[in-house]
């Protein structure tokens, strides 16, 4: 096992926000059951919880500014950033300045100590890469992605994935969207059975975040047919 931030060149360190939400907790499972993975570093407000031997976690309040713990965030191939906030309720300002002042902030330090790492940005289906658009949050979210692909990464990429089934206990923070998906339950695997490119499932979200990792991918920013095809 490599130590913290130092790169092992045969295997794939992985540093990765938003580890506990829905799509997080998805895409952290697949890191650690990948014999190709090396290192696991989580970064957020709280702790997965998760003991594994793969696993290192730095619980950081401030997400806006990580200079007392760049010593942490250096020696990664790859950054997997999943950490995202609702917009119900939110005015536009303060929706921006977590979903892309927290983005930045993080993706920002991360370029300087990773010249050479992927970076892949969960953003949504509806983004609005033009930024004028009429939805607020397509907005915000278009704005964070174009400012993300302007950034010197050697690849970054944008995943769009529309309507996700939660798989082995992932599940949303939001407590609406955890009714919406009980609700759900039911029909999921019947819809993704009929439309396997529209529907994703998080484990073959955090699947596809390894494959373009490792081998890229022919566009930068993906839609849901999209990531399953690499998936």
């Not at 799509?23 to 290192?39: F, N």
């Not at 990792?213 to 839609?223: C, D, M, S, V």
Request: proline fraction near 4%; charge should be positive.
């Amino acid at each position: 096992m490599p130590a913290s931030g130092t790169r092992d060149s045969a295997r794939l360190n992985v540093i990765l926000f938003g580890a506990t939400g829905m799509v997080g907790q998805g895409v952290l499972r697949e890191c650690l059951l990948d014999v190709d993975v090396g290192l696991v570093k989580t970064v957020g407000r709280n702790a997965t919880g998760l003991d594994h031997p793969k696993l290192r976690e730095v619980v950081q309040q401030d997400l806006w500014n990580y200079s007392a713990v760049e010593s942490e965030l250096a020696g990664f191939d790859a950054c997997f950033f999943c950490l995202g906030v609702s917009a119900a309720g939110m005015k536009e300002a303060e929706y921006e300045r977590v979903t892309y002042g927290i983005t930045l902030a993080a993706a920002e330090t991360l370029v300087r100590l990773n010249p050479q790492m992927t970076f892949v940005y969960v953003s949504g289906a509806g983004t609005d890469s033009s930024e004028q658009g009429r939805i607020m949050w397509a907005r915000v979210k278009g704005k964070t992605e174009n400012a993300l692909l302007r950034l010197p990464f050697k690849a970054a990429y944008m995943f769009r994935p529309g309507v996700i089934q939660p798989l082995h206990g992932a599940r949303s923070k939001t407590a609406a969207y955890r009714v919406l998906y009980s609700l759900a339950k039911p029909v999921l695997p019947i819809l993704r059975w009929a439309f396997p490119r529209q529907i994703l499932t998080t484990a073959q979200i955090g699947r596809a975040m390894l494959a373009v990792a490792r081998r890229g991918a022919p566009k930068r920013i993906l839609e849901s047919g999209d990531i399953d095809a690499v998936s």
